[in-house]
């Protein structure tokens, strides 16, 4: 049973007493223990408090005093020694911008006087760094000298914790360095200290949006705009965040505020461009690329971005495509001088060391092609796996794909010349390229040729345009024999299957076909924007006014604004009713797959078809009609198809796109029995049909490497179909 009330003040009374003399007399060690048994009595007891921040004075440990003052303040705030003892060990700890906010809340609750007028003098001289230090800190940054700046912004933030500038060239510094989390971390401590600088948030919001945190990001960078309307790099960033998120109509809005500052402002065109290509406005898209090339003929993202959108336009043909392509590649070759010496060995039996280079290492539709195959050929103990991957947000997938990778390398951070010289290092025999001219690809480094035999595979559906790729990867039913080798600076290497497929283990079953209950076909896309244009909201709309009781979903749609509503005024002025068709936003996957079950046929885009959308509607038992075009982009479904046994399903011009459909809702016992199976016969997630896809992609590597030990070039060849990759 506890003492009374009255005996507990008695007792902290006396230990309090017996601290203060033990204190007085020197016996430091005794004093801290009675005023801990003060508080173990009275925990607010604002002397005791005062007492152990005195010991930790004493013991030169200002920092660790600090949290004693705070509470012995806040039980006794009318006390105005705690105050100036409190500030005073704030000033040795240099926790200035702190000492500043204490002696605002002091001087809000009356207190004055001369000792109070002493700290704000000496905070004015010792909370900052001295406008000398400071310019010649920036002045070594904008020289490029950035060991010397980091080195002084170090002892900066040493010197003054709590001022932004050090923070600030701190995080400059590292993120040059691409030490992206370290600079995020300085950066944070700059915008903390220095919450109104429009700049420091503006590249915070950069990093934030870097590191997937992309609603702090947009929080961030709304705030820069609004401290200072004229700062184009904060709307550029806002823009680009928005991007992600899925609200392009907002970003769309973002960078039109970056061009109205600056027209020609490069970033504000590289921004608009993803962003007008994302929203399907895939010309205005193009002449935006054109423009901020016009002015930065190297920029080598905004080059290779306009490529991709440009294989998404009918506009233009195969031939022009593989010319914009080549000089992208020349482009390269006119700056870097790619290297022939290698140190490899010339075995050909020996166990060959294969490097992946991708961003898309990650939650991402990649993944799913990825997956399978890491898994069995880690398993070959003819192969070494080496993974360079290049994206700097790692997850659940990332995790699952090491797992598979004998030597997985985080590079994100490193600059050409350092991942050139790790490539080589490692001794890679055969590097592949797994991104093309999509996003956070290293095509630099391929430029380069740190790898004997360079490879493109699975990424980009068309030639990189580099002169140091050798070969291009491809699947058998995608491109015809003879007829497109002369659309790409790679040999062509024909496999049965371009790649396994892993689908989602949270698919749910397969549904029964809904027409039979509806009485109607129901159509669905799930592709992204940027693959339906005006041309094929045409021709979806005469199969729909082919068979009137039909309806449309439309799914995949951005999040928040933007979008559906232009699809909507094209299906309209098609004289498409809009009560026979629905839109929906992204979501989950799960929620993705599940509605496939509202769905009977699939319709596909062009002139760039679907890859992963096909495939996981192929698993939920719906097909997709498709019509195929003259480039791999244009025939990715068909060859899916073909592996399918569902060739009935290509069409080959907007006619027989037509009439294919009207046939197929014309024989819904078909089409159920097609959905009833596809899930059970498919060769690229059977185990018999992933295996076999594995020994053919083991077998191309293979011939490719005795080919260069024997000193041969480059030369397409084909490998041989196995029977687990025929469709039954």
């Given at each position: 049973?506890?003492?009374?009330?009255?005996?507990?003040?008695?007792?902290?009374?006396?230990?309090?007493?017996?601290?203060?003399?033990?204190?007085?007399?020197?016996?430091?060690?005794?004093?801290?223990?009675?005023?801990?048994?003060?508080?173990?009595?009275?925990?607010?007891?604002?002397?005791?408090?005062?007492?152990?921040?005195?010991?930790?004075?004493?013991?030169?440990?200002?920092?660790?005093?600090?949290?004693?003052?705070?509470?012995?303040?806040?039980?006794?705030?009318?006390?105005?020694?705690?105050?100036?003892?409190?500030?005073?060990?704030?000033?040795?700890?240099?926790?200035?911008?702190?000492?500043?906010?204490?002696?605002?809340?002091?001087?809000?609750?009356?207190?004055?006087?001369?000792?109070?007028?002493?700290?704000?003098?000496?905070?004015?001289?010792?909370?900052?760094?001295?406008?000398?230090?400071?310019?010649?800190?920036?002045?070594?940054?904008?020289?490029?000298?950035?060991?010397?700046?980091?080195?002084?912004?170090?002892?900066?933030?040493?010197?003054?914790?709590?001022?932004?500038?050090?923070?600030?060239?701190?995080?400059?510094?590292?993120?040059?360095?691409?030490?992206?989390?370290?600079?995020?971390?300085?950066?944070?401590?700059?915008?903390?200290?220095?919450?109104?600088?429009?700049?420091?948030?503006?590249?915070?919001?950069?990093?934030?949006?870097?590191?997937?945190?992309?609603?702090?990001?947009?929080?961030?960078?709304?705030?820069?705009?609004?401290?200072?309307?004229?700062?184009?790099?904060?709307?550029?960033?806002?823009?680009?965040?928005?991007?992600?998120?899925?609200?392009?109509?907002?970003?769309?809005?973002?960078?039109?505020?970056?061009?109205?500052?600056?027209?020609?402002?490069?970033?504000?065109?590289?921004?608009?461009?993803?962003?007008?290509?994302?929203?399907?406005?895939?010309?205005?898209?193009?002449?935006?690329?054109?423009?901020?090339?016009?002015?930065?003929?190297?920029?080598?993202?905004?080059?290779?971005?306009?490529?991709?959108?440009?294989?998404?336009?009918?506009?233009?043909?195969?031939?022009?495509?593989?010319?914009?392509?080549?000089?992208?590649?020349?482009?390269?070759?006119?700056?870097?001088?790619?290297?022939?010496?290698?140190?490899?060995?010339?075995?050909?039996?020996?166990?060959?060391?294969?490097?992946?280079?991708?961003?898309?290492?990650?939650?991402?539709?990649?993944?799913?092609?990825i997956a399978p195959m890491f898994r069995e050929l880690g398993k070959r103990p003819g192969l070494a796996l080496h993974a360079y991957y290049t994206h700097p947000v790692q997850d659940d997938t990332t995790a699952a794909l090491r797992s598979h990778v004998a030597h997985w390398r985080e590079v994100s951070a490193l600059e050409d010349d350092a991942l050139e010289a790790l490539i080589r290092k490692d001794g890679i025999d055969i590097l592949v390229d797994m991104s093309g001219h999509t996003a956070y690809n290293r095509l630099h480094v391929f430029a380069r040729k740190p790898a004997p035999i360079q490879?493109?595979?699975?990424?980009?559906?068309?030639?990189?345009?580099?002169?140091?790729?050798?070969?291009?990867?491809?699947?058998?039913?995608?491109?015809?024999?003879?007829?497109?080798?002369?659309?790409?600076?790679?040999?062509?290497?024909?496999?049965?299957?371009?790649?396994?497929?892993?689908?989602?283990?949270?698919?749910?079953?397969?549904?029964?076909?809904?027409?039979?209950?509806?009485?109607?076909?129901?159509?669905?896309?799930?592709?992204?924007?940027?693959?339906?244009?005006?041309?094929?909201?045409?021709?979806?709309?005469?199969?729909?006014?082919?068979?009137?009781?039909?309806?449309?979903?439309?799914?995949?749609?951005?999040?928040?604004?933007?979008?559906?509503?232009?699809?909507?005024?094209?299906?309209?002025?098609?004289?498409?009713?809009?009560?026979?068709?629905?839109?929906?936003?992204?979501?989950?996957?799960?929620?993705?797959?599940?509605?496939?079950?509202?769905?009977?046929?699939?319709?596909?885009?062009?002139?760039?078809?679907?890859?992963?959308?096909?495939?996981?509607?192929?698993?939920?038992?719906?097909?997709?009609?498709?019509?195929?075009?003259?480039?791999?982009?244009?025939?990715?479904?068909?060859?899916?198809?073909?592996?399918?046994?569902?060739?009935?399903?290509?069409?080959?011009?907007?006619?027989?796109?037509?009439?294919?459909?009207?046939?197929?809702?014309?024989?819904?016992?078909?089409?159920?029995?097609?959905?009833?199976?596809?899930?059970?016969?498919?060769?690229?997630?059977?185990?018999?049909?992933?295996g076999a896809i594995v020994d053919a992609f083991e077998y191309a590597l293979r011939h490719m490497w005795e080919r260069w030990c024997a000193g041969l070039p480059a030369e397409g060849f084909e490998v041989p179909a196995q029977h687990p990759l025929e469709p039954d």
């Amino acid at each position: 049973m506890p003492p009374p009330t009255d005996e507990l003040q008695t007792l902290a009374d006396e230990a309090l007493h017996a601290g203060l003399n033990e204190l007085e007399a020197g016996q430091f060690e005794q004093a801290g223990a009675l005023f801990r048994a003060v508080l173990e009595l009275q925990p607010a007891r604002a002397e005791a408090h005062f007492g152990l921040g005195m010991l930790e004075r004493r013991a030169g440990d200002a920092g660790a005093a600090i949290p004693h003052f705070a509470n012995a303040l806040q039980a006794a705030p009318e006390e105005a020694s705690y105050w100036i003892v409190y500030l005073d060990a704030l000033m040795e700890a240099r926790q200035y911008a702190t000492a500043r906010e204490l002696i605002a809340l002091g001087r809000s609750q009356g207190l004055e006087g001369p000792e109070i007028d002493a700290f704000e003098q000496q905070l004015d001289r010792q909370g900052a760094p001295s406008d000398q230090r400071i310019e010649a800190a920036g002045a070594l940054y904008a020289k490029g000298k950035k060991e010397a700046a980091g080195r002084l912004a170090r002892k900066l933030t040493e010197e003054f914790p709590q001022h932004p500038f050090g923070w600030k060239l701190l995080s400059g510094v590292l993120y040059s360095q691409r030490d992206f989390p370290e600079a995020l971390a300085a950066m944070s401590k700059a915008a903390q200290y220095g919450p109104d600088d429009a700049e420091t948030l503006c590249n915070l919001g950069l990093m934030l949006r870097g590191a997937g945190q992309l609603d702090d990001a947009k929080s961030v960078l709304e705030r820069a705009a609004a401290l200072d309307p004229d700062n184009i790099n904060a709307y550029n960033h806002l823009a680009a965040t928005l991007q992600e998120m899925g609200r392009p109509t907002e970003a769309l809005a973002a960078v039109t505020a970056a061009l109205a500052i600056d027209p020609e402002d490069t970033g504000a065109l590289a921004s608009i461009a993803v962003i007008l290509d994302n929203l399907g406005r895939a010309d205005e898209a193009v002449d935006a690329y054109r423009r901020l090339l016009a002015r930065e003929p190297n920029h080598s993202n905004a080059y290779g971005n306009m490529l991709f959108c440009m294989s998404h336009m009918e506009r233009f043909t195969p031939d022009e495509l593989f010319a914009e392509h080549v000089r992208f590649g020349q482009n390269f070759a006119s700056r870097i001088k790619a290297a022939r010496k290698w140190t490899n060995t010339r075995e050909p039996g020996r166990p060959i060391r294969i490097g992946f280079v991708s961003g898309d290492l990650r939650n991402h539709a990649v993944a799913s092609f990825i997956a399978p195959m890491f898994r069995e050929l880690g398993k070959r103990p003819g192969l070494a796996l080496h993974a360079y991957y290049t994206h700097p947000v790692q997850d659940d997938t990332t995790a699952a794909l090491r797992s598979h990778v004998a030597h997985w390398r985080e590079v994100s951070a490193l600059e050409d010349d350092a991942l050139e010289a790790l490539i080589r290092k490692d001794g890679i025999d055969i590097l592949v390229d797994m991104s093309g001219h999509t996003a956070y690809n290293r095509l630099h480094v391929f430029a380069r040729k740190p790898a004997p035999i360079q490879v493109s595979w699975l990424g980009y559906p068309g030639t990189t345009g580099l002169a140091t790729m050798d070969y291009y990867l491809y699947d058998r039913h995608l491109l015809p024999r003879g007829e497109y080798e002369h659309l790409f600076t790679e040999a062509l290497v024909r496999i049965p299957v371009g790649s396994a497929f892993e689908p989602n283990a949270e698919a749910p079953e397969v549904t029964p076909l809904p027409a039979l209950a509806n009485g109607y076909l129901t159509f669905g896309s799930f592709n992204r924007l940027s693959k339906i244009s005006r041309e094929v909201i045409a021709l979806w709309s005469e199969l729909l006014r082919a068979l009137p009781n039909a309806r449309l979903v439309v799914a995949g749609m951005p999040v928040e604004g933007g979008g559906h509503e232009q699809l909507a005024s094209w299906l309209q002025e098609e004289g498409i009713d809009a009560a026979r068709t629905s839109f929906h936003p992204r979501t989950g996957t799960p929620d993705y797959l599940a509605m496939h079950g509202g769905i009977d046929i699939c319709l596909d885009t062009f002139p760039y078809t679907g890859g992963t959308t096909t495939l996981f509607a192929l698993y939920m038992g719906v097909p997709t009609l498709s019509l195929a075009g003259r480039s791999i982009a244009g025939r990715q479904t068909a060859a899916l198809l073909a592996h399918h046994g569902l060739q009935d399903f290509v069409a080959r011009d907007g006619a027989d796109f037509v009439a294919k459909g009207i046939a197929a809702s014309k024989d819904l016992a078909a089409l159920a029995q097609v959905r009833a199976t596809l899930r059970k016969r498919s060769p690229l997630w059977t185990p018999a049909g992933v295996g076999a896809i594995v020994d053919a992609f083991e077998y191309a590597l293979r011939h490719m490497w005795e080919r260069w030990c024997a000193g041969l070039p480059a030369e397409g060849f084909e490998v041989p179909a196995q029977h687990p990759l025929e469709p039954d």
